[in-house]
C-alpha cells in the first residue's frame, strides 16, 4: 500500500471517529431536553391536582458548607470581618494576660503518605515550567502544614533568652557576634520534622500575636519575667507581604520586618526567595542592624520532600560600622553535606573577629580571633513554646481561628474537606479584592504602615 493510500485511510478512520462523536452528542442532548420535557410536565400535573389557593415551594439545592465539622469546638467563621478593617479590632483588645503555652506540633513526621499523592503530583508537575512563578498556582492541600506563615515567622523567637541577649552585651563587637549566634540558631526550630510542607499562605488583613516570658538574670533586682511580643499582618495580597515586630520594653529591644515569598519551580525542586529587609533596634545603645533572610528550597519533591536554606545575608550597623556576612551552602549534586553554614563578623576596619561554621540544624563551630572557641548544638537547645490566647477568644481574622477548619480537616486526614475550607477563605479574599478594586479603595491595615518600599509597625518602642 502508498503512502498516499495510508494517509487516505487514515483520514477516513478519523472522519469517522469524529461522526460517530456528533452522532452520540447529539443523542444525548435530546436525551436531556426529554428528560427534561417530563420533569416540566410532571410539576405541571403537581399544581394542577393541588386544593385551590395552596402553592408548592420548590426548595433551592443548599450545598454542603465547606465549614461543616463534628467538632463543637470549632468557632464560627464569617465573612463579617471582612476582610478586618483597622475598626475591627485594636491592640489594646489583645490581652496578653490571657495567654497560654502553645505544645501544638505542626510538622508532620509522616512520610509515607506522600505515595499517596504521587500522582496528583505528577499531574501537577505537568503544567508547570522551570523558573514559573508560584504565587497563583494552587498547589494540592496534602503539602498543607497545618499552620500560616504568620505564625511559622514566631519560631525565630523560639530561642527568646539569646534574642534579649543581644542587648545586654557589653560592646559592639559582642553584639553583633551575639546578634549572627542568634539568627544561626533560630531556623532549626521551624523545621522540627524530616518531611517539608508549605504552610497556609496568610489572607489579607490576617494576624497573628502571640509571646514569651523569660525569666531575669540572678543579678536582677526584679523577679518579674521579661514579656517578649510578637505581632504579624498580612498586609499585601499582590504582592503577598507578611510583615511582623517583636519587642520588649524591658530590654528596650525591638525587630521590625517584612518579607515577601516569591515562589518558583526548579524542575524537581522549589524555590522561595525572601524578598524585604529586617531592623533591628537596640535603644539601650542607639543601635540600629539591617539584614535579610536566606532563600529556602524544597527538594526531591517526588520522593521525600525536605528543606535546605541558600544564599548570602548581610548584616550591618551604620553606627558602629561592625558588619556581618552568612553564607547558607546548597547541598551539591554529589557528596558533600546538607544546611552547611558560614559567617564571618568583622570590625570597622574589615578584619575577621568571629568565624562561624558548621550546621545549621547541627553543631556550630564558634571561632573568636581572641579568645576561646566554643560549640553549640542546636538539636539539643530547648525550645520554648510561645504562649497564644486560646482560639475561643481569639478574633475572626487571627491565624489560628481563621484556619482552624483547616487545621481540623487535615489532622483528620479529610483533604477533601480541608481543600473546600482553603477555597472558601480564598474565594472571601477574592471578593473583597474585586469589590475593593471597584470601588479603586486601598486595603486599611490595622497595625501597620507604608513608607516607599518598607512597612513599618505603628506604634513602635521609643
Given amino acids: 500500500m502508498s503512502i498516499d493510500q495510508t494517509n487516505r485511510f487514515g483520514s477516513w478512520s478519523f472522519s469517522q471517529d469524529l461522526l460517530l462523536l456528533k452522532a452520540s452528542s447529539h443523542a444525548a442532548t435530546q436525551a436531556l431536553q426529554q428528560c427534561m420535557s417530563l420533569l416540566q410536565q410532571q410539576r405541571t400535573l403537581v399544581e394542577k391536582s393541588l386544593p385551590a389557593g395552596a402553592t408548592v415551594e420548590w426548595l433551592p439545592t443548599v450545598p454542603p458548607s465547606p465549614l461543616r465539622s463534628n467538632s463543637d469546638q ?6 463579617q470581618w471582612i476582610f478586618p478593617t483597622a475598626n475591627v479590632y485594636t491592640e489594646a483588645d489583645i490581652d496578653p494576660t490571657e495567654e497560654v503555652a502553645d ?12 505515595d499517596d499523592y504521587k500522582g496528583a503530583i505528577l499531574q501537577l508537575l505537568s503544567q508547570l515550567k522551570l523558573g514559573m512563578d508560584l504565587t497563583r498556582v494552587v498547589l494540592p492541600t496534602f503539602i498543607l502544614e497545618r499552620r500560616s506563615l504568620l505564625e511559622m515567622f514566631a519560631d525565630f523567637l523560639s530561642h527568646p533568652d539569646k534574642f534579649l541577649r543581644i542587648t545586654d552585651s557589653a560592646t559592639a563587637e559582642a553584639r553583633m557576634i551575639a546578634l549572627v549566634e542568634w539568627y544561626l540558631t533560630s531556623f532549626h526550630a521551624g523545621r522540627q520534622g524530616a518531611l517539608a510542607k508549605k504552610p497556609y499562605n496568610p489572607i489579607i488583613g490576617e494576624t497573628f500575636h502571640c509571646s514569651w516570658d523569660v525569666p531575669r538574670c540572678e543579678s536582677s533586682a526584679s523577679t518579674k519575667p521579661c514579656r517578649l511580643r510578637y505581632l504579624a499582618e498580612q498586609v499585601s495580597h499582590h504582592p503577598p507581604v507578611s510583615a511582623f515586630y517583636i519587642e520588649c520594653p524591658v530590654k528596650r529591644i525591638s525587630l521590625n520586618a517584612h518579607v515577601w515569598t516569591k515562589s518558583k519551580f526548579m524542575g524537581m525542586s522549589l524555590g522561595c526567595s525572601m524578598v524585604g529587609e529586617v531592623t533591628l533596634q537596640l535603644l539601650q545603645h542607639d543601635e540600629e542592624y539591617v539584614f535579610q533572610f536566606p532563600n529556602a528550597y524544597a527538594r526531591s519533591i517526588l520522593t521525600v520532600p525536605w528543606v535546605e536554606l541558600g544564599g548570602k545575608v548581610y548584616f550591618s550597623c551604620a553606627k558602629t560600622k561592625y558588619s556581618a556576612s552568612v553564607t547558607f551552602q546548597t547541598k551539591p549534586f554529589y557528596g558533600g553535606k546538607v544546611n552547611r553554614v558560614a559567617a564571618d563578623v568583622k570590625d570597622p576596619n574589615g578584619k575577621n573577629v568571629c568565624h562561624f561554621n558548621g550546621e545549621w540544624n547541627g553543631t556550630l563551630e564558634v571561632t573568636p580571633a581572641v579568645g576561646t572557641c566554643r560549640r553549640i548544638d542546636t538539636s539539643t537547645m530547648p525550645i520554648t513554646p510561645k504562649k497564644v490566647r486560646p482560639i475561643a477568644i481569639q478574633h475572626e481574622g487571627e491565624s489560628q481561628r481563621l484556619w482552624q477548619h483547616v487545621t481540623r480537616s487535615l489532622r483528620d486526614g479529610d483533604m477533601v474537606l480541608a481543600g473546600n475550607q482553603k477555597h472558601y477563605l480564598e474565594e472571601m479574599q477574592r471578593a473583597d479584592e474585586k469589590s475593593r478594586g471597584i470601588e479603586n479603595a486601598p486595603f486599611a491595615t490595622k497595625f501597620f504602615h507604608k ?12
Fill in 74 to 79: 470549632l468557632q464560627q467563621i464569617t465573612s
Fill in 451 to 462: 513608607e516607599g518600599d518598607t512597612w513599618l509597625f505603628n506604634q513602635p518602642l521609643k
Fill in 103 to 114: 505544645t501544638e506540633l505542626y510538622c508532620d513526621q509522616d512520610v509515607g503518605a506522600i
